[in-house]
Structure formats: C-alpha cells, structure tokens
C-alpha cells in the first residue's frame, strides 16, 4: 500500500510537457488515466517486471493502459535463440492493452510473427500494413478502449521504410504479397482519427514506430502531426532518441506532443489524462521505474533468464579492447562511420569465407561490448538475427555503386552504411560522392585501385543479398555460396579459430579503413 500512495503522490508531482486543455472532449475522466509506453524493448527482459510493477502500483487510484510502439521480439539474445518466443512468453504475462509492429517484427516472415502476436495476446492496431491490393489493413486501424465513461482511441502506424529494410517479409518468392503505402500514410492515419472520433472516441492516442529522423521515405512522426488534426499525443518508437516531449503544431496549428523513451527500458514513458481534461506526459528513468516489480512477470523472466544462461554461458573469447558501435553521445557510430567492431566482423566474414572482401550493414551489428571474457550469449547480443553467410561475385563497378547509394545519406545514420574488411574507400559528405576506392590484394598484403570491370567475391549476409539489404544493390549477383551458417556462428569460429580465444590491441581502434570527409 505505501508503493500505490507513493505513486499516487508521483501521478501529481512529476508531471511535463503539458498539452492545451482540450476543448471538444464531453467525457472527461471520473478518474485519471494513465498509459504506460514503451519502444523499441529489443528483448531487454529485465524491464518488463517494472512495467507490469509500475501497472500495479497505479492501478487502484487510476485507470491504466499499457501499450508498447513495437520492436520488441528481435535485437537481443532472448530474441535470437528462441526467434522471440520467450519475448512472446513475458509479453503474454505483462498483459498488454494495445500494441503496434516495428519494424523488427518483419525480420521474421509474416506468419511467424502472427503466430507470436496471437500468444502475447494483445489487441493489435496498424492502420498502414495491407495486403497487396486489400482494402482493408491486415491489423485494425484503430483500437477503442473505455475507461469509466471515457474512450481512448489508440493508432498504431509503422515506419515504411520496413519495406526496404526488412524486404524479405513483404515478398513471396518473386511476387510482393504485402505493403505498407508510404504514400498514404498520413491519409490513413487521418481516416482513422476521424472514424475513431465518429465511434466516440474522447481522445486520439497514436502509438507509432516512425521516429524522429529523417529517413529515404521522409515519413517521420512530426511530419504526420503536421499533416493530420484530431490527434491528442503521439508515442514515438523506432529511432531509439529520449524525448521527453516535442511540441509539434498539427494541421489546425494546435501544439501536439511527441515522445519516445529510447530504447531497451533507458526509460518507460507516462502519459496521465487528468480528471480536468489535460494531458500531461513524463518519462520515467529506469532507476526509477526498478523500485516496482511484477511477481508473476518475475516468475517467466526469471525462467527465460535461466533458459538463457544455459544455452549462452559458453566463453567464446576474451577481448582486451572493449567493442564499440557508438560515439561518445551514445549515438549509432556503426551506421555512419568505422568501428573497431565492424572490422572485427567484416574480418570472420572474409576469412572464414575466403573471399576478396567483406561487407556488413551497420544495422545488423546490434550490441557493442567492454573488455572482459564474451559468452555466446554476447555474441548473440551483437549479431542477433537469423542471417547466414554468403559469398556472392561483384564487377567493381557493382561495388563503387553500393557505397555510393549505402553512404549517400551521411551525416545522417544508415542502417545499410557499409562496414568493411579487405576494403577501404573515402565517403565525402559534400556532393555524396565515393573515392579512393582500394581493394585488399591477398598474395602481395598491398591494397590495389578497385578495377570497375573486375569480378570480385563478397562475404555478406542473405539480407543483403536477397531480403532489401545495401538498398537491392546486390539482388541480381551470382551468388557462389549459400551457407546455413548463421552470421553469429560464423563470428564465434572466426574467435576462437582464427584469433584462438583472444582479441588484442590490434583491434583498439579502427583501423582506417574507412574515411569520412565532411
């Protein structure tokens, strides 16, 4: 009782960001509501107990929803080794009001993921993911739910960039059986809001996975407030920023707030509709948000962590370097310039393979390490996806224009950046432009001008090959080796055989393989 009185006193003191007080709404609450929200888990399990805690701790003096903005059963360990069934297990315990997809949830095919979104049990909403040629979306657009008299609506909408990064899931063989309309999207989101209100919605709440950022599609969270009306708050997710919360002025030139929580529990967001109508939204730091705990959401992860320790706690190697992805803003590194990590990868890749060269788009490298003793499960942690190795040929000239497209974006952060070994090039920021281009010659140690005309081997992922990865660039190459290795597998060996167990100081640093003039 002295945990649900301390909340109750937190639900009136720390509170941010406040909306303008909402003049059409006729219910106003007989008590206050509370949606709890989190983005972009990635199978950091530990959080959930909290959330379900936070849930439990509010619940006898407000209503509460809890609701997730999606990426959720891939980028970590619990994910990877049981293809987000034991994510699907704890999710099913911290009972979900209403979820929406990431576009995680695509790594896997459509099927699998249905299959796992039917055993969390939560109702789903996106009102952008269709059939090819369908009317209606596969997920509802719009989910109502009722607390007392009051009705919340909540939209769920997903980044169409998936459709690029995530390829494989929207096709069948050679034919596309599913679509995401990024040219429709801020329609749909309207026609929702406005179906919703005719429903008798009091307020709109969207759940989405668009993000903040910039992006190829150019179809980001604040742009779908400035181009819809009717929408109360949106709860962000897929660009992994902490926003406490942006105003951000809709098609009526009304302030709406934008806010998202990270990634991996940094914090779990709080939006509390008052009993005067106001809307006001606070994030709560996971220090904070550790104090609550959930038994029974306890009891599953506890299971799943033992699971875990059993398949995972192997020592693969030991490294005197830690293995970095991220600046020291904590930003993506891996997805805009050179990492030690990224050698080190590209490095298996090509020597376990054979081949002339190395490619890994920087999204596929997930977790970055500090020096010590790396466990399989770590491993797991940074190559998380069920990718395997292949080799495929490439005329030079293939590869001139995969680093090109791959770094056409920077300063901004790529997935598809293009992280190397028996490569190295120059991206100039300025123009977009790629040069001094050299590749890796094996018999002499000595780098050579890439021969446009010249066919060369790649060691890469599927992904990259088949499934959208480095934006199609390598779809039509011959492929010369299609392995059943996953690309973890492929890391581990390379560990343990090639370096024996140990990675020194030759990796502290990049190792100047990529230049990046701005």
Known sequence: MKTRLFFSLLLCLTVTNFTE????????????????HENDVHCQIDGYTSLAGLRDAIQDTAYVAVVSCGDFVQGGTAGA???????????????????TLGN??????????????????????????????????????????????????????????????????????????????PEQLYGLVQKAADKARKKGADYVVVISHLGEDDNSTHIQSHELIANTRGIDILLDGHTHNVVPGDSVRNADGKKIVVTQTGTKFLNIGKVLIGKDGRITNTLIPDKEAQKYKSERVSATTDSVKQLLRELTQRVVCHSDVALRILDENGRQQVRKAETNLGDLVCDAYRIISGADIALANGGGI???????????????????????????????????????????????????????????????VAGHTVTDVEVLNRQTGQYEPLDMDRTYTIATIDYCVTGGGFYYVLKDCHVVERTDRLYRDVFVEFLEKNLGGHISNDYLEPQGRIRVIH
């Open 366 to 428: 997930r977790t970055q390490k500090f020096a010590g003793d790396l466990t399989y499960g770590d491993i797991a942690d940074i190559l998380p996806y069920d990718n395997n190795v292949w080799v495929v040929e490439a005329k030079g000239a293939t590869i001139q224009q995969l680093l090109e497209e791959c770094t056409a974006n920077l300063p901004l952060e790529d997935g598809y950046f293009p992280q190397v070994s028996g490569l190295r090039y120059t991206a100039r």
């Open 21 to 36: 007080a909402k003049p059409r709404k006729t219910n106003t609450p007989d008590k206050s509501i509370v949606i709890l």
């Open 81 to 99: 080794i049981s293809r987000g069934q034991y994510i699907a297990d704890i999710m099913q315990q911290v009972d979900y009001d209403v979820i």
């Open 104 to 181: 995680h949830e695509f790594d896997y095919p459509v099927s699998h993921t249905e299959k796992l979104l039917k055993q969390i049990g939560a109702p789903v909403t996106c009102a952008n993911f269709f059939k090819v040629g369908k009317r209606k979306p596969v997920y509802a657009p719009f989910i109502i739910k009722k607390f007392g008299k009051t009705k919340l609506a909540f939209i769920g909408v997903v980044t169409p960039t998936a459709l690029y990064t995530e390829a494989s899931a929207f096709m069948q063989g050679d034919k596309q059986v599913y679509e995401l309309r």
